[in-house]
């Protein structure tokens, strides 16, 4: 088995022809000056190669990855890449779903979860279903199971599984907010200027041009429809069938409700004219809220989950004394005491149920604190996590899930933002990959993190068109001792 990655006359963006054995199974550290190339060399050159080695080798097209500029690379593994790129920008994204740990916590609720009965209010666990599954993928789950019976009154009731109490299925989702605890408005005030006509500036968003073109439009559905119709009409002087025209347009019941036995126009020449408001919302969420158009929307919190983002029949079932929106909106680090105390009070029968998936669960949420992150919530949403955060998260998961070996990690700055006391365990995390037989290169700057590498690659001696060369390579030690590095010269200070 290679033991070693061979690159051959690396030559992408400042790289000066660059050939260079990298050690496998070892933490490499790519490090030098801040564009020195060293990104260039791990992300660009690496990376790339490796994806495109991949695609031909499953029989896939690569002609969508240009191949490095290179001469040759020998003995890739398999990569992944954790940079620190935001990857999802779904608001329903957060730190408890990308991780997993709201899954688990669902299905820990749907099991042990204690209710109040609907007919009596007294509280209870119902007993476990017979057709219960252990399965975490929600697409496999059942929407509903056999009703449960309370032990006081008798009285029957849904029995509630892990999809009432996901805020991302109509089971449990706040109905008001539709599951993402809060609601979204538009300032209709900062659309329309009712004391100007619609070509004199009446609608914010449309230019000129664009007035002229949106207003021969309602032209012709004002007189599809046989309505009095004059552009230079003050907005508050319209009447209530050509204010809805112009806001919601000829397809919106808002109109329809006024000219109930006519159909509306077919052709945009005809008169078919969306209306601004509707087609701002269409906008709106066609493109997540960033559209052009996001600042005309105002967020409140929801007024009926005040964020939780659940119903309220679900936000009143707990575990340990806690809801699952409780424990969402708590640090992780106080996740892990509540499941560590979770734990020793689990009787026998609830050892049987969720022993192992809880002793999991832990794990998983303790690796995230371990890696400086303990301070996040699980509502946090994913778009608003650092580079860093985000990061770490991934590699945290990594070491997660499934064991891999002779897998080469690639990772951008993971000390980002750490404390010392936390760079410390994100080596152990990083020692751990090493371990399980994976090869770990990462670009650092991060003295902490340097010195306890096993091999240092510096490219320089300084940043732009004065990069790009292999300056040094080695052990620390090895490193420390050659002159022309400034990497070296700080080792050597720090060795000493």
Known sequence: MNDFIEIRGARENNLKNVTLQIPKYKLVVLTGPSGSGKSTLAMD?????????????????????????????????????VGQHVTNRNPRSTVGTVTDIYTYLRI?????????????GTRFIPSPSADAETSTNEDDEP???????????????????????????????????????????LDLEAVFDQEKSVLGGGVSIWFEMLA???????????????????????????SEAQRDLLYYGVESDAFIRHFPDMKPPKTVNGGKFEGVVTGIWRRYKEKGGESGEGALFREQLCVDCHGAKLKKEIRDVTVGGSSISDIAGWALQDTV?????????????????????????????????NV??????????????????????????????????????????????????????LLLLLGKLVDAGNSVIV???????????????????????????????????????VDASHTGRYLREALR
């Open 143 to 185: 929407a509903s199971m056999a009703a449960v019976r309370c032990p006081h009154c008798h009285g029957e009731m849904e029995r509630w599984t892990r999809r009432h109490f996901s805020y991302n299925t109509p089971d449990g989702a706040c109905e008001t907010c539709g599951g993402l605890g809060h609601t979204v408005s």
């Open 337 to 369: 005491s509540w499941l560590d105390a979770l734990m020793c009070q689990l009787g026998p029968d609830d050892k049987e149920q969720v022993e192992s998936m809880l002793h999991d669960l832990t794990v998983r949420t303790k690796r995230i604190v």
């Open 212 to 238: 002229n073109y949106h207003t021969s439009v309602l032209k012709a559905a004002a007189t599809h429809y046989g309505l009095p119709y004059n552009p230079e009409q003050l907005l508050k002087e319209y």
């Open 108 to 120: 820990i609720y749907e099991k042990l979860g204690e209710r109040s009965c609907v007919h009596c």
């Open 443 to 481: 670009v650092e700057h991060n003295l902490d993190v340097i010195r306890e590498c096993d091999w240092i690659i510096d490219i320089g001696p300084e940043g732009g068109h004065e990069g790009g060369e292999l300056i040094a390579q080695g052990t620390p030690e090895d490193v420390a001792r």
């Open 45 to 81: 050159t690496l990376q790339r190669e490796c994806q495109r080695q991949y695609m031909e080798s499953m029989g896939m097209t690569s002609e969508s990855l240009a191949k490095p500029k290179v001469d040759a690379i020998i003995g890739l593994s398999p990569s992944i890449s």
């Open 372 to 425: 400086g992150l303990g301070y996040l919530t699980l509502n946090r949403q994913s778009v608003t996590l650092s580079g860093g955060e985000g990061q770490r998260i991934r590699l945290a998961k990594e070491l997660s899930g499934k064991s891999k070996q002779h897998t080469l990690y690639l990772l951008d700055e993971p000390s980002t933002g750490l404390h010392p006391r936390d760079t410390k365990q």
